[in-house]
């Protein structure tokens, strides 16, 4: 056995230990987490906290977690790459026990998880947190090469590096573009707070730069906001155009930096292209995945409905009006961690009452807030429509701007026990 290998498994065999003897102790329930960002981490903490007896195991096979939230400031140098990087030690502390390896499947009859190098790991429950995936050559030619020449960013990690590196040599008069797919996605206001910040580093530092929105939606979140945000920093530099207006992209030329739609040919200096999303690679090949590609759960529990003691948090699920954010992967986390608790112990899970909120900058001093207030109704979470609009301010302003950091700070100590 290569030393790597060997210590790989010696380090597993630490933070796994006395597995096998826990199926002869159920006294003391085990709890797998498969997926160690904010839906992962923040359950696993809460179900350290609600009973402290449970043993919780969580595996991801990245030893530092790079959050997508405030991965846009880090594009445009308002903060530095290292400063969205988690470490794992604030879980370890808290009583996790942590192991660096992937999850590669289910054997969901033996309620047991096989890693990828082999070793099954039984659970009484299991959190599925796989995030999100890409879709293969959607929109057409966009490969690997492409996804480096024409960076998502959509990973707050080397992609968003390699969309700052970009950045910085558009020359003046340089045409900016940001595709936006189509469908269901992680952070919806996301690629326009980066339209926001991208159109003031050019501002800043440029002559004649244009930013140019390609959008497969109709419509995005709090777009009177944002609009009004751009005609007042930004007049006649940002464009959005939606897909009558040919903003849906069909194909992509990285080699000569071209985009194609139905408005015709685009050649730009930079493009950011974000494909369609669907849930982690484990959700597919698990079976946890129904026909439209998301995963289907419970909204009291959010175990699966697919398969019995599994339950699927964060971006991978479908929560009724919930959003696919960091914000609300941290409220279904909580709610799922109470309800296994109580499922565990034989008693009802309670009933959920969840609330998230997303912060957006239009500059580096202002923001804007997007805020949801979720309940069971008839069987399926609903936003509650007047309490949402209470919490939105109808402008970007300074004020939130402090709050969004104050926001990300309390996510990474509550998410990470960073």
Request: with cysteine; charged share 15%; glycine share 10%.
């Amino acid at each position: 056995m290569r030393r790597r290998e060997f210590l790989h498994r010696a380090t597993l065999a630490v933070a796994l230990g006395g597995c096998t003897a826990l199926r002869a102790a159920p006294s003391r329930a085990q709890v797998v987490i498969a997926g160690g960002g904010f839906a992962g981490s923040c359950c696993a903490l809460e179900l350290r906290r609600l009973q402290p007896a449970l043993r919780v195991l969580l595996f991801d096979a990245q030893p530092h977690y790079f959050t997508c939230p405030m991965s846009n400031e880090a594009i445009v140098g308002m903060r530095s790459f290292g400063s969205l990087a988690v470490p794992r030690a604030g879980l370890q502390a808290a009583g996790i026990e942590y192991a660096c390896a992937r999850v590669a499947g289910i054997e969901a009859t033996a309620r047991r998880v096989r890693l990828a190098d082999g070793t099954r790991v039984p659970y009484d429950r299991l959190v599925v947190a796989p995030g999100i995936r890409f879709r293969p050559q959607s929109p057409e030619g966009y490969d690997g090469r492409a996804a480096w020449d024409m960076p998502h960013a959509w990973d707050g990690g080397g992609q968003a590096r390699r969309l700052g590196q970009l950045l910085e040599a558009v020359p003046d008069g340089g045409v900016v573009a940001i595709c936006v797919p189509a469908g269901l996605m992680r952070c919806p206001p996301a690629p326009y707070e980066r339209a926001s910040l991208m159109a003031q580093y050019l501002k800043l530092r440029r002559r004649g730069c244009k930013l140019l929105i390609f959008d497969s939606n109709n419509h995005f979140p709090r777009q009177d906001v944002f609009t009004a945000a751009w005609q007042e920093l930004y007049p006649g530099m940002i464009e959005w155009l939606p897909p009558a207006e040919g903003g849906l992209i069909t194909r992509v030329d990285a080699r000569t930096s071209t985009l194609y739609s139905s408005g015709g040919r685009h050649k730009v200096a930079l493009a950011c292209v974000i494909p369609p999303q669907a849930p982690g690679a484990l959700a597919p090949q698990s079976g946890l995945s129904s026909g439209h590609g998301w995963c289907p759960v419970e909204p009291a529990t959010f175990e699966s409905q697919l398969l019995p003691g599994v339950h699927v948090i964060g971006d991978a699920c479908i929560a009724g009006a919930m959003p696919k954010s960091a914000s609300a992967a941290r409220a279904q986390a909580r709610q799922c961690a109470a309800a296994i608790v109580a499922l565990l112990a034989g008693a009802q899970p309670p009933q959920p009452q969840l609330a998230s909120v997303c912060y957006s900058h239009v500059s580096a001093g202002a923001a804007l807030a997007i805020a949801g207030q979720f309940s069971l109704v008839e069987g399926e979470l609903r936003q509650d429509p007047a309490r949402a609009a209470d919490a939105e301010p109808h402008a970007a302003s300074g004020a939130l701007a402090q709050q969004a950091q104050g926001w990300y700070r309390d996510m990474r100590t509550e998410c990470f026990a960073a």
